[in-house]
């Protein structure tokens, strides 16, 4: 698995992003109790620009970090269908500074290249690209998503 981190600062309390966080995943669920979301990526690489979106099954849970400090959500994503979008797993971690009227929300966690064994040289030329620019993309939609409510 290759690693992916991003963060993203919010206009929202840490306590008002976690509960909004909550609600906004529970507002991806379908009537079957599953959630999907669709994940959009522009890409631009050597002066070639591409914009690739999918839809993917999502799992997350709120718990507690290891230490049993923070609250953190466990998250995972996998693309429906045969796509070039990585599978992720990790957590979303919501903090604080010294504004009490913004926080931060941070995605951290590990993805596997599309593909199998040729995934990795493929994530080299532009899957790594693909897999940065979705996280930012998603921490900009779940901004969009939260400073809304």
């Known amino acids: 698995m290759n690693r992916l981190r991003d963060h993203i600062a919010v206009d929202c309390s840490v306590q008002d992003a976690q509960s909004r966080i909550d609600a906004y995943l529970a507002s991806l669920r379908g009537k079957d109790g599953v959630a999907h979301l669709r994940l959009r990526v522009p890409v631009v690489a050597d002066g070639f620009a591409l914009s690739l979106d999918r839809e993917v099954r999502v799992e997350a849970r709120r718990t507690r970090d290891e230490e049993n400090l923070n609250d953190l959500i466990r998250i995972s994503w996998q693309?429906?269908?045969?796509?070039?979008?990585?599978?992720?797993?990790?957590?979303?971690?919501?903090?604080?500074?010294?504004?009490?009227?913004?926080?931060?929300?941070?995605?951290?966690?590990?993805?596997?290249?599309?593909?199998?064994?040729?995934?990795?040289?493929?994530?080299?030329?532009?899957?790594?690209?693909?897999?940065?620019?979705?996280?930012?993309?998603f921490l900009s939609d779940l901004k969009a998503a939260l400073e809304r409510s």
């Open 79 to 137: 693309p429906e269908g045969k796509a070039v979008f990585p599978a992720f797993e990790g957590t979303l971690v919501v903090w604080g500074e010294d504004n009490p009227e913004q926080s931060f929300i941070e995605l951290d966690g590990g993805y596997a290249p599309p593909f199998g064994t040729t995934g990795q040289a493929f994530d080299s030329v532009i899957g790594q690209r693909i897999a940065h620019q979705t996280a930012r993309q």
